[in-house]
């Protein structure tokens, strides 16, 4: 079954307390993202990366950190975490097609309270 | 101004009401359009792309204006299932195919 996966689904965690929010995608896919939705302010991506060893920040990256060291893999790294960060975060995948993306996969979430 | 606006709502309609939902987009030079659907608490998943000539699927239809910079969503004959939220998305820049920009959102209550 074509899926993306996170975990962990739910963390409850203290601040400045490091964490890796895992990604995984059985697809091929080229173009991975982070995205976090907050109250009002729909989904806003943090990183996103278009190919192995490829990353870019997108509209709110300060706090996070990516890698891309393979394909199917895209981690969410926080460094020392504080309450702000708490969010719901969705991973996503998608394939290009042509000049135009193609659909976004999203994982399942990963609801982050941080005290 | 946000690069992609759409109305909160809530939206509150009887079963078998016809509801429009439009969004807004900043960046002219946008050339990908999407609508999610997202239910509470689950992940968005694709409702369907916008082209630029339109397109239809069953009950649901997608416009897109390029020269007012705005997509819409026309629902028929609404379902109790179609409660959920529906979120417009835009690809910022043209070439740039994995940096999206996501509205807040608009909110459907099908009641009975």
């Known amino acids: 079954e074509a899926q993306v996966t996170q975990n962990p689904r739910y963390l409850i965690t203290v601040t400045g307390k490091k964490l890796t929010v895992t990604c995984s995608q059985n697809?091929?896919?080229?173009?991975m993202s982070w995205y976090r939705q907050d109250p009002g302010l729909g989904l806003r991506q943090i990183y996103y990366?278009?190919?192995?060893?490829?990353?870019d920040k997108g509209d709110v990256p300060e706090g996070y950190k990516v890698s891309r060291k393979e394909k199917r893999n895209f981690p969410l790294i926080l460094e020392s975490p504080s309450p702000n960060q708490t969010s719901l975060y969705f991973c996503?995948?998608?394939?290009?097609?042509?000049?135009?993306?193609?659909?976004?996969?999203f994982g399942p979430g990963t609801r982050l309270t941080v005290l | 101004r946000k690069e992609v606006e759409q109305d909160p709502g809530p939206f509150n309609v009887p079963e078998g009401a016809t509801v429009a939902f439009n969004c807004t987009y900043s960046?002219?030079?946008?050339?990908?359009f999407f609508w999610y659907r997202q239910d509470c608490r689950k992940e968005p998943k694709l409702l369907m792309s916008v082209y630029s000539s339109g397109n239809e699927d069953g009950r649901f239809t997608a416009q897109l204006n390029r020269a007012s910079q705005y997509i819409s969503l026309l629902i028929r004959d609404s379902k109790l299932s179609d409660s959920a939220t529906y979120l417009c998305?835009?690809?910022?820049?043209?070439?740039?195919?994995?940096?999206?920009?996501f509205g807040a959102g608009t909110r459907l209550t099908v009641k009975p």
């Open positions: 998305v835009v690809n910022k820049a043209p070439y740039n195919n994995n940096d999206m920009r």
């Open positions: 990366s278009m190919n192995v060893e490829v990353t």
């Open positions: 697809m091929n896919h080229e173009y």
């Open positions: 996503a995948s998608s394939a290009p097609t042509g000049r135009r993306t193609d659909t976004q996969y």
């Open positions: 960046n002219s030079a946008s050339q990908s």
